[in-house]
């Protein structure tokens, strides 16, 4: 079961909740990332790796009811001891000695040989971190998740060409293709003799389908010019003799088309 214990550091003089399998005798060890990254860790119990850490030292000062089971309860443990300077004290308790901070000053040079590094070898110190094993896990790591992103673009832009290629398939076959049909020629006797032959026709093109088939075939024809397109379908569909019984106007008693 993953526990948490509130310790005390020499270093900084300050309370912190850690997990306790971090802590090592008198000493704790500690990873080199970021403040945020470290409280991450903290709540997340994250694994110590002791090759690639470093250690503080803790103060001899033992607590009582100093270890949970949740993160919450020594963490509100270590903030009340670093108020109060008092971490034995019962949760309950109404009396707190308030703690005053003293302003000092930090010398750089001083704390420089404060943290030890840690190896898998031995504890000998360290200043260079660019050898720490965790850090070539995470180079590698790195160059992992690009190598996915460059196969995740290239996947992307395949998958763009062959959606663009099938809309253009599409396109033409839309305005490549027409359905024919039966052809008109086929069905009936070109050139029309007798007005029953005409009504037969008529009575066919009234179904949509038939019509735009028709006018597909007949478009076919062609001609220099409409003059020249209307005498060939005409001269091709009826007879002389039944275009005469018919005018655009009706004149002269004469059907209208």
């Avoid at 190598?147 to 996947?155: K, T």
């Avoid at 959606?163 to 293709?177: D, G, N, R, S, Y």
């Avoid at 275009?243 to 009706?250: D, K, R, V, W």
Wanted: charged share 25%; glycine share 4%; hydrophobic share 35%.
């Amino acid at each position: 079961m993953d526990t948490w214990t509130v310790v005390k550091f020499k270093d900084e003089n300050s309370v912190e909740a850690v997990p306790s399998d971090w802590i090592l005798d008198n000493q704790c060890y500690w990873p080199p990332y970021t403040a945020d990254k470290i409280k991450s860790s903290i709540i997340e119990h994250e694994a110590h790796h002791g090759h690639c850490l470093i250690l503080r030292q803790l103060s001899t000062e033992v607590f009582r009811n100093s270890t949970f089971d949740n993160y919450l309860q020594p963490r509100t443990k270590s903030r009340k001891a670093d108020f109060t300077s008092d971490l034995n004290s019962d949760d309950g308790a109404e009396t707190i000695k308030r703690k005053v901070h003293k302003r000092r000053e930090v010398s750089v040079t001083k704390n420089i040989g404060v943290y030890t590094a840690v190896t898998s070898d031995s504890n000998t110190a360290s200043s260079d971190n660019t050898d720490c094993t965790c850090c070539g896990i995470y180079n590698k790591n790195g160059e992992l998740l690009k190598g996915i992103l460059q196969q995740q673009n290239l996947i992307r832009y395949a998958i763009t060409d062959i959606l663009a290629k099938i809309m253009i398939l599409q396109t033409k076959q839309l305005t490549t293709t027409v359905d024919e049909g039966v052809s008109l020629y086929n069905i009936f006797h070109f050139p029309l003799k007798n007005k029953n032959e005409l009504l037969e026709v008529e009575s066919f093109l009234e179904k949509d389908d038939n019509l735009a088939s028709a006018v597909n075939e007949v478009s076919k024809l062609g001609g220099n010019s409409t003059y020249a397109f209307i005498r060939r379908s005409l001269s091709s569909l009826v007879t002389n003799e039944l275009a005469a019984q018919y005018s655009c106007f009706g004149a002269k008693k004469e059907n209208i088309w």
